[in-house]
């Protein structure tokens, strides 16, 4: 059975995906801190020894490389030295590389953005996604998944999560209108994921759901969804062009011809929920 080794196992797409992955494929996978099942290997993958002989031991056969980091302090080292090291050690082993990017490696000025265009990221996250790409690019077995907002029906989304709590708290909360997204549901995500852990394909591809909305509209969807009706200290705005990048919308036609993992936008997936 193939061996699938999955990085950053208690993040929100790594809790949704082990399981899946389980299902399929031989799977082991790593955390940081927490582990949702107590099965997995605490491991920092901005240790390279660590990295090198955790992967020598299991020789997994793929590796789904999902960790990152928004934390300011700390971004560059997990997402940039994290990604190196694990392509070093998958080459080592020579397994595929499925690794997890983002939209907001564009800078907003040219969407929707097809995998050929050229990037140019606004703020630290969406540069340390960049760099982290150019590395991934070396090993001759790889995928590169850019992939937009991740939400989920059954467990809230940490960004969901962050806005419901701060109206809880009665804190502003601005929802901005004029960034456009093609937020993504877990699920999706995660099956194509897999679907691309033995499929014969390389480079990267654009997984997102097939609708683009504002960051205002999808923020509204959610907070319907989970019934977060205290919005009091609720508003809508413009976000700073210099600083956050207005229009990510991803060309996805290259994905749809090749995955048979549909992509639904938001409101599809909540009408079929």
């Known amino acids: ?143 590169i998944i850019r992939t937009s907002l991740i939400y989920g029906l059954e467990r809230m989304d940490r960004g969901t999560a962050w806005v419901a709590k701060a109206l809880q708290m009665r804190h502003p909360v601005t929802l901005f209108t004029d960034q456009l997204r093609n937020p993504v549901w877990v699920n999706t995500l995660c099956q194509a994921c897999l679907e691309l852990a033995s499929l014969d394909y390389r480079g990267i591809l654009h997984v997102a759901g097939e609708q683009a909305m504002s960051r205002a509209e999808f923020g509204l969807r959610m907070l319907d969804w989970w019934g977060i009706g205290e919005r009091d200290t609720l508003q809508l705005g413009l976000s700073d062009p210099q600083e956050w990048p207005a229009d990510c919308r991803l060309d996805v036609g290259r994905a749809k011809a090749l995955l048979l993992t549909p992509l639904p936008g938001v409101d599809t997936v909540l009408k079929s929920a």
């Open 1 to 143: 059975m193939t061996k699938v080794l999955i990085t950053g196992g208690s993040s929100y797409l790594g809790q949704h995906l082990v399981p899946l992955a389980a299902d399929l494929y031989e799977t082991q996978y790593t955390v940081y801190r927490h582990d949702p099942w107590g099965q997995g290997f605490r491991m920092n993958v901005r240790d390279e020894t660590a990295v090198m002989r955790l992967v020598a031991s299991l020789r997994p056969d793929v590796i789904i490389h999902t960790v990152g980091s928004n934390r300011v302090e700390k971004m560059a080292q997990v997402i940039e030295q994290g990604t190196r090291n694990m392509t070093a050690a998958a080459g080592e082993v020579g397994a595929r590389l499925v690794h997890v990017s983002t939209d907001v490696v564009f800078d907003g000025h040219g969407g929707p953005y097809r995998e050929e265009d050229p990037v140019s990221p606004l703020h630290g996250y969406g540069r340390a996604k960049a760099a982290a790409e150019v590395v991934v690019a070396q090993h001759t077995d790889h995928v």
